[in-house]
């Protein structure tokens, strides 16, 4: 969870910087959108690769290398001079730190730690990267409303650094390697070590391959699209750009932070009660209802925002919040059950992959929006069309088994709910 939280607080900083940047540097909202939009991309793309190098080489090293990375990615921020040096070091650096870092980790300590209350513990980590926005958001915005963005990144490396020797110290690869069985297991299992790749299969090889074959299952492609859309509605819109947006109709850059944060304090138990009501409720249904009101919600945000802070937007807050990642424990509950648990971790990698992709996608065309017609009404409705559209699509996934399952040559094991 430590490492969820590091991982989400350069994440969700990258909102609350845009205008110190552009005010210090003269750099336009296309320039400092572009980088986030890179950021994103790389995120997501990374995180199958993440995934299957954690199955080759260790959880322990893998988030040990990315906290190293982020640290490295963000302090170096300190010194940039030109745009080039902003989409190399978010693009690039903080986005592969970042995005090694991305739900697939938790989503891989889940289902090799815990049989019981799977969906609780996929809700709890999920709730991590909501925790890291509560945590540095309001800080990030103070610090660079006041001293200066520099003292931002510089909290952020600061803390990713002082994560690595103790992820060092207390992670393990599986219950194996601790004498234990994961949790909710019979007493009796004996305790067996993480499922390995086929010989001399690299990580990449591993994740193209999952690829591959998991193309062949309409349930895929639906959990694909429908993931792009998350993101696309959460961090490419509301996540970069809602602190502008709010700018825009005169509400003070903390005050928005705050607001944000508080989409954090919200999602917290919006992604731990959606947990625990994917080890009860179809996740199908589950999905369709999170899509169907996030979208009818993004409809109404331009009649919302204003310079204050009043109650129908404050409604709009707490909504939004509970709803922000509860996609997620169904997401990965629908990956492990059609696609079983040996390579669901790599295909939630890819699914996860178009989730940042959308949010890519979204940060791009809003600024983009807003650079062209002067406003964000058009980014908002899109997004709002595009969730309801989502909310349909998942109702055409077929039940648990059913055609579009792929079982990637291994034995499917059905475990307790």
């Given at each position: 969870m430590?490492?969820?939280?590091?991982?989400?607080?350069?994440?969700?900083?990258?909102?609350?910087?845009?205008?110190?940047?552009?005010?210090?540097?003269?750099?336009?909202?296309?320039?400092?959108?572009?980088?986030?939009?890179?950021?994103?991309?790389?995120?997501?793309?990374?995180?199958?690769?993440?995934?299957?190098?954690?199955?080759?080489?260790?959880?322990?090293?893998?988030?040990?290398?990315?906290?190293?990375?982020?640290?490295?990615?963000?302090?170096?921020?300190?010194?940039?001079?030109?745009?080039?040096?902003?989409?190399?070091?978010?693009?690039?650096?903080?986005?592969?730190?970042?995005?090694?870092?991305?739900?697939?980790?938790?989503?891989?300590?889940?289902?090799?730690?815990?049989?019981?209350?799977?969906?609780?513990?996929?809700?709890?980590?999920?709730?991590?990267?909501?925790?890291?926005?509560?945590?540095?958001?309001?800080?990030?915005?103070?610090?660079?409303?006041?001293?200066?963005?520099?003292w931002a990144a510089a909290l952020v490396t600061v803390f990713a650094l002082l994560l690595v020797p103790l992820v060092l110290w207390v992670l393990r690869d599986s219950p194996a390697q601790v004498g234990t069985t994961p949790y909710g297991a019979p007493d009796d299992e004996p305790a067996t070590p993480p499922p390995a790749p086929a010989e001399g299969a690299g990580a990449a090889t591993l994740a193209l391959r999952t690829l591959r074959e998991s193309s062949r299952s309409r349930t895929f492609w639906i959990l694909l699209g429908t993931f792009w859309i998350c993101g696309w509605s959460t961090n490419g819109l509301i996540g970069t750009h809602f602190i502008p947006a709010?700018?825009?109709?005169?509400?003070?850059?903390?005050?928005?932070?705050?607001?944000?944060?508080?989409?954090?304090?919200?999602?917290?138990?919006?992604?731990?009660?959606?947990?625990?009501?994917?080890?009860r409720v179809d996740s199908r249904y589950l999905l369709f209802g999170y899509y169907f009101f996030r979208g009818l919600s993004l409809l109404a945000v331009p009649w919302l925002l204003g310079p204050h802070v009043h109650p129908s937007l404050f409604l709009f807050i707490l909504f939004y919040g509970l709803d922000w990642v509860a996609t997620v424990p169904p997401t990965v509950a629908l990956c492990r059950q059609h696609f079983g648990i040996e390579r669901s971790g790599v295909v939630f990698g890819w699914v996860f992959a178009s989730h940042m992709v959308g949010a890519g996608v979204a940060a791009s065309f809003a600024g983009w929006v807003r650079t062209v017609q002067g406003d964000y009404l058009a980014a908002w409705l899109t997004a709002g069309g595009l969730c309801v559209l989502a909310a349909v699509a998942c109702l055409a996934i077929p039940a648990s088994g059913a055609a579009g399952s792929i079982r990637f040559g291994f034995t499917r094991t059905r475990l307790p709910r």
């Open positions: 430590a490492a969820l939280v590091a991982a989400a607080g350069f994440r969700s900083s990258t909102g609350a910087l845009l205008v110190p940047l552009e005010e210090e540097f003269g750099w336009s909202r296309a320039t400092t959108s572009g980088a986030v939009s890179l950021n994103l991309v790389v995120y997501g793309l990374t995180a199958p690769f993440a995934a299957a190098l954690m199955e080759r080489f260790g959880v322990r090293r893998v988030v040990a290398a990315a906290l190293a990375l982020v640290a490295l990615g963000s302090g170096l921020t300190l010194v940039m001079t030109s745009p080039w040096q902003l989409w190399l070091l978010w693009g690039f650096a903080v986005g592969i730190g970042t995005g090694s870092l991305a739900l697939v980790f938790g989503a891989i300590v889940a289902n090799r730690w815990f049989v019981r209350h799977r969906g609780v513990v996929v809700g709890v980590f999920s709730a991590a990267s909501s925790t890291g926005q509560l945590v540095f958001l309001p800080a990030i915005a103070a610090l660079a409303a006041g001293p200066g963005w520099r709010a700018h825009d109709h005169g509400m003070p850059a903390t005050t928005s932070a705050g607001l944000l944060a508080l989409i954090g304090v919200f999602d917290i138990v919006g992604t731990v009660a959606s947990g625990w009501l994917t080890d």
